[in-house]
C-alpha cells in the first residue's frame, strides 16, 4: 500500500486520470504473459514525458517504492509482474515516432510504441528494421529494447542491441541520461546504450531511443523442407552455413510440433517427418535466386525427404504459417503452455533437441521444440497445467535439466526472452558466481534502493517457479 | 616504486624472465602512440595464461598496485600510458589462435594476437571479420576490444563491439568471469561483454575472446570521386545513402589533406579539387557491379568534377593509397601529428568539416581533415609542435571548439579512438555529468581500489593535455 503522502505527491505529478488504484485496475496489471506469476501493484502510472517519468521515479526512491515499468507484457519470464508490489509505469502516453531520419537511416521513437507499427511507417520509406520478435504485434519498443528481443532474422540481422544507437533513459534517482545518437560510431565511455539493452528495466526506465535502420531488402523467397530426422536436418543447417551462405530465416520444427501443428492448421504436413526447416532468403533477386538454389541443392544433398520452394511470395506466406502457427496449435493442447529459450551453438542443435526429448521423456511430461535452428535459439515449449502440482514439479526439474545441457553444450539459459524471475536460480550457472556479482554491483551502483523492478535478474535465493506460485 | 615483497609475488607468478623493471625496458613501455604523454611504470610483467593474469591482478589489488593492460599501444588517447604508475601488462605469450569454427562461424583468441594475423588466417578459410583499424598491422586483438575500435567498413559492416561474442576476462578482484560464448542470442543478465568493449582497460583484463565472423564478400570494387567543393561531396554521401545503397566504404579528404597527400605521394590528384570521396563496394559481383554503376551517376548528378572507377582491384588498390598514405603524409610536415576522431551524423558532414576549418583558421593552427563520411566519424588532423607551449595552448583551444561543435551537431567526441586521459575533460559534454556518475558508478563497482588503468576515461579535474605536460 502507498502512503497516502506518497499517493498526493504522484497524482500530483500525472493528474489523478494517470494514477490508478481501483481493484480492477490493479488486477489488469498484475500479471504478463508468463504462466503462473501474479502480483498485485499497488498503483499503475501513466507519465506524459521524460519529465514526469524523472519526478515519479524521485518519488519513488524518496519512499523506496517499487516500478516496474512495462510495455505490452509479453514478457515470458515474469520480467513485468510487480512481484514486490510498487507502481506498474505504462506508456500509453509516450508513443509516439518522433522522426523518421532518411538521411541517417535512423527512427527515434518512445518507448510505448508498437513494434510493428514502427516497422510499418519505416518500411514505408523503404528502410527496414530488423528485429521480429513473435509478439511484435502487440509488444513495445521498449519492451524490445528491455529485453534485448531477438526474432527470426538474428542469424542474418542480429537482435535488437544491433539496432539500438541512442537511449535517453531516467536513472534510478530520476536524473536523465542521453547516450549514443544518429551515430554509426560513439566510444565516449562504457556503452550504457548496451547495457541498458536487454537491463530488464533493473537500471533504469526508458523514454527515448534512437534506432539503426537499414535499406528494405529488395526481395524475399522462401522454401521448406522436410527431413525423416533431427540429425539429417541438423546437417543441412551445418552445411548451408558452411558454404557461406547466411539466410534471413532458418527455422525448424521438431516431430512433436510438427503434428500438432498438423492437428490445428491441417496444412498438409507429413506427420511422420522427423523434422522440417522454414528457410527463407531476402536481398537482391539474383542473390536470392542463387542462394535459394544452392540451399535447396543442400537440402537434398543431406537427406531432405522433399524440399518446396515458393513460386511466389503468397505461397511463401503460407510456407512460413506452419512455423507461425507452432506456438498457437500448442498453446490449445493444455491449459498451461510455458515457452522456454535455452540456447546453443548452432552445431549443437541436433544435439540438443534430442537431449530435450530424451529429458521430457524422463520426467514424464510432454515438450514439443520448435525455434531458430540457424542461431541455435531453441523453444522447447511444454504443455501442461499449472493446477496440477506435482506435474508442475516435473516439468520444473525437466526444464533445469534442459538448461543445464545447454550449459554443458556452449549455450545459454535464455537466447532472448531474459531472466527476470523465471530464470534468475540459473543465471549463475551461465556467468557464474563471478559474472552474478559483477551484475549485481551495476545493479547496486546505479539502484541502491532497489526500486527499480526488484526482483528481477538477481535470485533471491534457489526458489522455483512451483515454490514461488504456492 | 613497487615494494620488494610485492616484487618478489610478482616475480613468483611469471617467473624473473618476464618481470622487468630495467630503466631501458621502462621507457619503451612508458607511452603510446599519442603524442605528448609519457609516464615511466614501476614493471613490465608478462603473464602466460589467464591463471597468471589472476594471481597477479590479486597482488596488485591487495598493494593497491595500478596495472595498464598494454597491447601494441597504438593508442591515440594517452589510453596506455601508466600515468600513475605500477604494471605494464604485456601479451607476448598470449596470441595465440585458440579456435576457427567453421560451423558456427567464430574465431576464440588470445588478447595479444595482432588483429591482421587474425584476419588473414580466418580469410583463408573464406571468412571474414570486418572491423579494419588502421593500426589493425600491429595492433592486437585486446586492444582492438578495449577501445571499441573502428576502421573503414563501418557504416556498412559495425565495428569491433558487434563482432565480440564471447569474452573470458579477469575482475580487479582477481576473479575470472565468462561471458557469451559462440552464440548469437545470448539475454543472461546484463551485457557485461559490450560492457567490456570499449571499457579502455578500466574494468579489468581482457584473456579471451570469441568473435563473430560472416562469410567474406565475393568481389570487391573502388572508385574515386573528386568535387570544388565539401559541400558537392557531402551532397553525394547523402544522395547514396537516401537511394538506400550502403557502400563498404565511404572515405573523404578534404583540400588541405589532398594537397597534403599529392605533394608526399605524388599520385596526380588535382590540388584544387575541394574534395575526394573515396567509394568501395563489396559483395556478389551482379550487386557490386549495380551498386558502383548507380554510385558513379550520383556522384556526376550531384556535381563531381570526375569520377573514376577502378577497372582491376589493382588499380582500386592504388586509389585507395591517397587516403591510406593521408596520416602519413601529414605526419611528414611537423614534429607533432594530433589525429582526433569527433564524429558527427553523416548529414552534418559538410557542416562540420568547413567549421573546422574556421576553427582552425581562428586558432591559426594547421589542421586537415580526412576519415569516414559514410558514418561521420572524421579524423581533424593536426600538425604542430609539442615544444611550441604557446601554440599547443592554440591547438588545444581549437580541439576544444571542435569537440563542442560536434556535440552541438548531436555528434560525439570520439568516434573510434576512446576518451583516455586526454578526452576526459570532455566526457561530460557527450553524456552529461549524470552520464559520467552513472559510468563510475560502474567503474567504482568493479574496481573500488582504482588498480585498472588509473586516470582514463574519469577526468582527475578538467587539465588539458598542455597543462599534463608541463
Known sequence: MLKKKVKKKLEKIVGSE??????????VYSYDATPDYQAIPDAVIKPKDTQDVSEIVKVCNEYKVPIVPRGSATNLCAGTTPLEGGLVMVFNHMKDILEIDEENLT????????????????????????????????????GNINECSGGLR?????VTRDYVIGLEFVMPNGDVVK????????VAGYDLTRLMVGSEGT????????????????????????YDSLE?????VSKIISNRIIPATLEFLDQPTIQVVEDFAKIGLPTEAGAILLIEQDGPAEVVERD???MAEICNETGALSVQVAATPEEGESLTSARRSALSALARLKPTTILEDATVPRSKIAEMVREIETIAER????????????????HPTCMTDARDKEEMHRVETAFEEIFAKAIELGGTITGEHGVGVMKSPYLSWKVGEAGVDAMYGIKQAFDPNNIMNPGKIFAKDTRKRVVVQQ
Not at 538474428?154 to 542480429?158: A, E, M, N, S
Not at 539429417?232 to 543441412?236: E, F, K, L, P
Not at 520426467?363 to 531453441?378: M, Q, S
Open 18 to 27: 494517470n494514477f490508478l488504484d481501483s481493484q480492477q485496475d490493479l488486477i
Open 107 to 142: 527512427v527515434t521513437v518512445q518507448p510505448g510504441l508498437i513494434t510493428l507499427d514502427m516497422i510499418k511507417a519505416v518500411e514505408e520509406k523503404g528502410l527496414f528494421y530488423p528485429p521480429d520478435p513473435s509478439s511484435m504485434k502487440i509488444s513495445t519498443i521498449a
Open 154 to 158: 538474428g542469424l542474418k540481422y542480429g
Open 179 to 186: 547516450t549514443g545518437g544518429k551515430l554509426a560510431k560513439d
Open 203 to 226: 537500471l533504469g526506465i526508458i523514454t527515448e531511443a534512437t534506432l539503426k535502420l537499414i535499406p528494405i531488402p529488395e526481395t524475399k523467397k522462401t522454401m521448406l523442407a522436410l
Open 232 to 236: 539429417a536436418a541438423g546437417n543441412t
Open 292 to 294: 535459394i538454389e544452392r
Open 363 to 378: 520426467n514424464n511430461v510432454r515438450i514439443c521444440t520448435f525455434g531458430h535452428a540457424g542461431d541455435g535459439n531453441l
